[in-house]
């Protein structure tokens, strides 16, 4: 089983549109959770770290379910800049070293 | 706000060489980390190292790997014989003592092997 899980899309959606992402990981006993954004042929970035009350940057919110081991983002509004690939990343500790995992990447095109 | 250097950001080099890829990270963090992204596939982690010691190696980091942080601020990464499979991104990167922020990436260092 893949420690993170994404559906890989592409979601091709129209701008103004609303997109959820979802996610899975395995491992329990993860310690934080996080949506980093990549453009083409560039590093992933921070988009923003994910808690269980949930929360919310301008358009993103982000919502962690503990007990189903479930991640999600979802983008209200979406703008052409929107599009890119977006990574499921969990922190794990495992023998006092702490370790990214990343997801395999949903890819997003917010078409005119 | 705060960067992770990485220089060169293109490297081409011919199977068989050594090659070593230089990263400055964030002056106050702890943890340093190497990772590695072959074109179309997921980032794949490499090596974390904290204290001056490797913490852990994933199954790639063989013997051809090795990393270094020789001056307290310079963080290397060397593959002694570089293979035509060794081709990709290596992203650099490091994390600070509050882990809810995550880690800060370098942009990245293209790795072509010919």
Known sequence: ?112 | EPEVTQTPSHQVTQMGQEVILRCVPISNHLYFYWYRQILGQKVEFLVSFYNNEISEKSEIFDDQFSVERPDGSNFTLKIRSTKLEDSAMYFCASLGADLGYGYTFGSGTRLTVV
């Not at chain 1, 994404?6 to 949506?35: H, I, K, L, M, R």
């Not at chain 1, 453009?39 to 949930?54: A, I």
């Open chain 1, 1 to 112: 089983r893949k420690e993170v899980e994404q559906d890989p899309g592409p979601f091709n959606v129209p701008e103004g549109a609303t997109v959820a992402f979802n996610c899975t990981y395995s491992n329990s006993a993860s310690q934080s959770f996080f949506w980093y954004r990549q453009d083409c042929r560039k590093e992933p970035k921070l988009l923003m770290s994910v808690y269980s009350s949930g929360n919310e940057d301008g358009r993103f919110t982000a919502q962690l379910n503990r007990a189903s081991q479930y991640i999600s983002l979802l983008i209200r509004d979406s703008k052409l800049s929107d599009s890119a690939t977006y990574l499921c990343v969990v922190l794990d500790l495992m023998d006092s070293s702490y370790k990214l995992i990343f997801g395999s990447g949903t890819r997003l095109l917010v078409r005119p």
